[in-house]
Each structure stands twice: as C-alpha cells, then as structure tokens.
C-alpha cells in the first residue's frame, strides 16, 4: 500500500501531531486558516441578541487588522465597555450593549466607523 492511500502521516516524534491534508505540523497547518474575505473598508457595530437566549452582544465587523492586532482591539474595547467578549473569524463581540462607546472608541483610529442594525 502507499502511504498517501493510508492519509498520510498522523504524529512525529519530531514535531508532534501532523495534519493529514497538508502534511504539516498542526501548529502550522495552511489548509484549516481560510484568509479573511476583505471588506468594503467599513467598519461596522451593531448590536444582536439572535441565539444568545436574549443577551445582547455588540459586534464589530471589517476591522482592517490581522488576527493578533485584532485580539489587543478587542482586549482595549473590553476594558474600555468593563465587560467580556471575544474575538470569532475575524468579528469582535462584546457582551452588552457597548455600540455607542465602541462608536466613540473607533471612530479617533482613522477608520470609517458606522452603527449597522437599527
């Protein structure tokens, strides 16, 4: 049998667990990071509670920054809005209702910053 019939190979003793699709270390893998679909150059907040049992979230979209970047914004706006949140594809979430202060926050960074929603 060939190897690439079996998938590939799993571990190494080397670098650990392998991706059996790329063939790479897991901490490397290319093929699991999809590129981030660029935007119109807008960043947009809004605030939504659909499948969070009623809690609102505030969301930032089209944030021009790469992930690690984009991990300090959200750090800087959860400080900032005194709450949590986290950061998803690329989509910062702050719990609550921060949109006004998230508003303020960006607009001072050189960004087009509009409130999306109603």
Not at 9 to 17: A, D, I, N, Q
Not at 73 to 97: M, N, P, W
Request: charged share 30%; glycine share 14%.
């Amino acid at each position: 049998m060939m190897k690439n019939a079996l998938g590939g190979l799993v571990y190494s003793t080397e670098h650990g667990k392998m991706c059996p699709d790329c063939s790479q270390p897991i901490d490397d893998c290319i093929c699991k990071k999809a590129p981030r679909p660029v935007g119109d150059g807008v960043v947009r907040v809004s605030r939504e509670t659909k499948g969070r049992k009623g809690k609102g979230v505030t969301l930032i979209k089209g944030v021009p920054l790469d992930d690690d970047e984009l991990a300090v914004l959200a750090k800087q706006l959860r400080t900032r809005c005194g709450s949590g949140g986290t950061v998803k594809d690329g989509v910062i979430e702050v719990q609550g209702d921060h949109c006004d202060v998230v508003l303020e926050f960006l607009k001072p960074k050189g960004w087009v910053v509009k409130r999306a929603g109603g």
